[in-house]
């Protein structure tokens, strides 16, 4: 069975635009930094914390509102008798911005191909954050320390 010309150049141009289409859906997501904004709960049993304490119960919040990061982070560690807070914020900037704390501590955020990445410096030492949102619509967190094997950190959308 033949195609007629006409036919086949309709069909070309439709897929060329089906294409187009997904391209522009693709980079609109990426750029689309609010993506990860809103309260996350962490889920222990999809984590994969490499033989370090286990977070029993943990939130993650992100806001990211025309160039101002916020995220804050609450974690409960097993048999830890406290909850550990953490929240860093960034000023207005386009790509990236540093916060400084006291003369020891520094983070930095900056958003790299649709993936935020949380850089803390404290004492020498730098651990890399960095949030990104799964194809399952779970946010999963991948943290690097010096010293320790990388964990990977699975949150439900609350």
Request: hydrophobic share 40%; aromatic share 10%; with cysteine.
């Amino acid at each position: 069975m033949s195609v007629p010309w006409h036919g086949a150049c309709f069909h070309i141009r439709m897929k060329k635009y089906a294409v187009a289409a997904l391209i522009f859906a693709i980079a609109a997501f990426a750029s689309d930094h609010s993506v990860l904004n809103g309260t996350w709960k962490l889920a222990p049993a999809q984590s994969d914390f490499a033989g370090q304490a286990v977070v029993q119960t943990g939130t993650v919040t992100i806001g990211d509102h025309q160039g101002v990061i916020v995220v804050s982070r609450s974690f409960k560690y097993e048999g830890a008798t406290e909850t550990f807070f953490y929240n860093d914020s960034t000023g207005n900037s386009k790509d990236s911005a540093t916060i400084h704390s006291g003369k020891d501590l520094k983070t930095k955020t900056k958003w790299n191909d649709g993936v935020l990445k949380v850089t803390t410096t404290l004492s020498g030492a730098t651990t890399l954050e960095s949030y990104s949102l799964a194809a399952d619509g779970t946010m999963q967190v991948k943290v690097e320390r010096p010293e320790r094997k990388p964990i990977t950190l699975v949150f439900e959308r609350q």
